[in-house]
């Protein structure tokens, strides 16, 4: 079942060099059945894998697809083009979201999605920038990519370069004091090239963060480092694509769009369960879930 | 004797002969820059230069995406925090992703003195040793610091410089070039081999000097690079003098001792003897106090020469 439907995807977003202005000119409707498409393949991989993190993935599905088929400048044909703007996962176990977003995009065939986390697959069980075309930072070990981003940001500045850099936080994340350290230092650098975008799904592997540990005043929290806030629904594409633009607009200091979304979004039994942070669904479970997004 | 250099120095001149060179050549500190003298590289191209606050695990990491982005990053503070504060953030972000990121660190070992056990970095070889595809020097006088970060500039690749706080004697002369992976003999000899880094090259030649007065000739090998390690240098020593003895300023384990050990059991068992910290942190003290507290002098290497000697004939 899985291989083959993720066949049949592939033949429907089949790859030429005209990609880019293809993908930018997709309305709202069309990105949400690229969404779904999205959902779909997350499913399907994470249940084939036997392993993975599919909450995590479903969550942040309309921002990555607000990213990649409308904000981004990228070329899926040269993903190493200098000019592109840059997409850095922190949250490196989102991987499947990622992937599948770059496969839809024609970074590599679809049908590959159906090797994650093999033995010699150039989809790592979390993102390895050396093995994944497209890949901007090898991920796993929570709380780096900030800092990473502040390095390509920077980068960006001191050569005269106009891309701009998105980084995607988890939460749960945010614990990590890391994080804390290069809140600071992006505002410090005035980087207003720098976006960053929390998936604020509320739930990190041992349950609500606010039970687990409380980030609240998040907002504030930002704002006290320097930051730029805007808060919007996660998964409402128009408004995502809104608060792209709007964080181009702000000058002098970074960008963080806090995107309140669900954990496991899109599939009944897995939104807001955080067994499924880590885990993934069973056969049984796989067809109920692509009954769900059909 | 001759004239005492500071490594650290060298360094920081260096960062500025190459900032003139090439413009992708940039620099972040912690907070240290009058101590790791990155300050001259600050003075002379700020706009380049980035100061990074008390936050070593932030710094190594922005220097990664810079590296990401086609700059050579040179990221400086005391060697107990890189590796020590920021292992994780290394071994995601430089190591694991093969990006072109120098450490470049002062204050190894407990030379450092006075600040105590706390800045006295012994374990770092070990930690940053560990990470594949890392490439791990230690100079000995400030003209080889000079002409070790040059290669690391010219080399793609993660590096790791660990430079030591007291000036040092020179050792080699201007003509001298350092090569990445090569060990440089330094005195011939066929009864021993001392093999040592840093600090510890003077007092390997005192010794040997000394010995060969008693009769004993050590060869001597300074070995810079302990990663990728001249396995060809330390199997012609082993095989040629029958006895080696290894000197860092640094824990047994784990530092320039284990590696020459694996080669040498590997390619040609000989006895060895190490001088080296023994599992166990040192104290407040001069650098020549410490030095001399936890065996770390030419009389430490000559006794050690002795007895591997001994358990050779024995």
Known sequence: ?294 | MPEAVSLREAYGKTLVELGRENPDIVVLDADLSPSTMTHFFAREFPDRFFDCGVAEQNMVTIAAGLAASGKIPFASTFAVFVPGRSFDQIRMSIAYSRLNVKLVVTHGGISVGEDGASHHSIEDLALIGSLPGFTVIVPADAIETAQAVKTAAASYGPFYIRLCRPKLPLVYNQDYRFELGKAVTMRQGKDATIIAIGVMLSPALDAADNLRRQGINCRVLNMPTLKPVDEAAITEAAGETGAIVTAEDHLEHGGLGSIISQVVVRRHPVPMEFVAIKDTYAKSGKATELLQRYGLTAKDIEQAVREVVKKRQG
């Open chain 1, 1 to 294: 079942m899985s291989l083959s439907e993720l066949g049949n995807s592939s033949k429907a977003t089949s790859v030429d060099n005209t990609r880019v202005e293809v993908v930018s000119s997709l309305s709202v409707k069309e990105m949400k059945a690229v969404a779904k498409r999205l959902r779909r393949h997350i499913i399907t991989m994470t249940g084939r894998a036997g392993s993975g993190h599919p909450g995590g993935s479903l969550s942040a599905v309309e921002i990555v697809t607000a990213l990649y088929f409308k904000v981004l400048r990228h070329k899926p044909q040269d993903p190493r083009w200098g000019d592109r703007d840059r997409f850095i996962l922190s949250k490196g176990h989102a991987a499947p979201v990622l992937y599948a977003t770059l496969a839809e995009c024609g970074y590599f065939p679809v049908d590959e999605l159906a090797t994650l986390r093999q033995l010699d697959s150039r989809l790592q069980g979390h993102t390895d920038r050396v093995t994944t075309p497209g890949v901007e930072m090898s991920a796993g070990a929570l709380g780096q990519g900030l800092s990473f981003a502040i390095g390509v940001a920077l980068a960006g500045r001191l050569n005269s370069q106009d891309y701009r850099v998105y980084v995607l936080l988890g939460d749960g994340e945010c614990d990590e004091g890391q994080i804390w350290e290069a809140a600071m230092a992006a505002a410090h650098y005035k980087l207003d090239n720098l976006a960053a975008i929390v998936d604020n799904n509320g739930q990190q592997i041992d349950g609500w963060n606010r039970d687990v540990m409380n980030l609240d005043p998040f907002n504030k929290k930002w704002q006290a480092f320097g930051w730029h806030v805007i808060e919007v629904d996660g998964h409402d594409l128009a408004r995502l694509i809104t608060a792209f633009d709007r964080a181009k607009l702000v000058k002098g200091k970074p960008t963080v769009i806090i995107a309140h979304t669900i954990k496991g979004k899109g599939v009944s039994f897995m939104e807001n369960n955080p067994d499924f942070h880590g885990k993934v669904p069973n056969a049984e479970e796989v067809e109920i879930a692509l009954k769900e997004l059909e």
